[in-house]
């Protein structure tokens, strides 16, 4: 097989994954992702396509609640985009999947630590990191400060989230 093939098959399971997982099918998904990762394994297909396999891969699993599974291919896909020095808005979304699993695993300092990481990267990124990437980290911010009854910190984090909202060409009102 071509490498334009390769690269085809593996867009083409990656698309159907992200479907699948959209539409709450979290099983579909990791099939689909699982046999975009086999693709890779079997090419010559550039490294950075594994860390964004491993992360669909791992949001899917942390959505069956399999979060241990997930943490590892998070810290896997982190580790190949720590290797791409340019790669500073992967890092981000990286550290974000990273502080999800842990809150929903009940680790919530840990959970804070890769939230505020994850933020800071979103910051350093620029306009490389979605718009919708930093509103859903300053939207997890303002829950987990709330959750430690810290209602100064909830409140300044939900006012960030309503301006940067508001102010963004990338984002509808109702994000």
Same mark, same amino acid.
């Given at each position: 097989?071509? /490498?334009t093939e390769l690269l085809q098959r593996w867009q083409t399971r990656m698309a159907v994954g992200r479907m699948a997982y959209e $539409? @709450? *099918? *979290? &099983? +579909?998904? !990791?099939r689909h992702f699982r046999l975009a990762l086999e =693709? =890779? /394994?079997s090419g010559e297909l550039s490294h950075s396509l594994k860390a964004r396999t491993l992360t669909g891969l791992a949001k899917s699993l942390?959505? !069956? @609640? #399999? *979060?241990a599974e997930a943490e590892i291919m998070i810290h896997q896909a982190l580790n190949i985009d /720590? /290797?791409?020095i340019d790669g500073v808005a992967e890092r981000a979304e990286d550290f974000h999947q990273l502080s999800l699993l842990c809150w929903r695993s009940g680790r919530d300092t840990e959970s804070l630590d890769y939230a505020r990481k994850a933020f800071e =990267? &979103?910051? #350093? $990124?620029?306009s490389d990191a979605p718009d919708e990437l930093k509103a859903k980290l300053l939207k997890h911010l303002a829950v987990l400060a709330e959750q430690s009854g810290n209602t100064r910190e909830t409140e300044r984090y939900l006012n960030q989230a309503i301006e940067f909202i508001v102010m963004?060409? +990338? =984002? @509808? #009102?109702?994000s």
């Open positions: 097989m071509s /490498e $539409a @709450g *099918y *979290y &099983t +579909q998904a !990791i =693709l =890779l /394994e942390a959505a !069956i @609640g #399999k *979060y /720590e /290797e791409d =990267l &979103t910051n #350093k $990124a620029g963004s060409p +990338q =984002l @509808g #009102k109702n």
